[in-house]
């Protein structure tokens, strides 16, 4: 029972980390600034984040859309950041 409610803990973390990063990626994105490129990277780690949390979870509408999410950012990396 304990280590149910740990992993259930721990997925949780997962999700509002991914959430954090997201945050940051749409934070430096939209100042529009020398550093804005930089948010993609953040939106691949919480993408990434994502894709994990939601096999987790068992989310898999969730795990399509941060698949798909994860592909897009890596596209705004080469486009903004070579």
Request: glycine content about 10%; overall charge negative.
């Amino acid at each position: 029972m304990q280590d149910q409610k740990e992993l259930e803990n721990n997925t949780s973390l997962l999700g509002w980390i991914g959430a954090g990063f997201g945050i940051i990626g749409a934070i430096l994105l939209s100042l529009n600034i020398t550093y804005s490129g930089y948010g993609y990277i953040f939106f691949v780690i919480s993408s990434s984040i994502l894709v994990v949390w939601s096999i987790a979870e068992k989310q898999y509408h969730q795990l399509i859309m941060q698949t798909i999410f994860t592909l897009i950012n890596c596209i705004g990396i080469v486009r903004w950041l070579s």
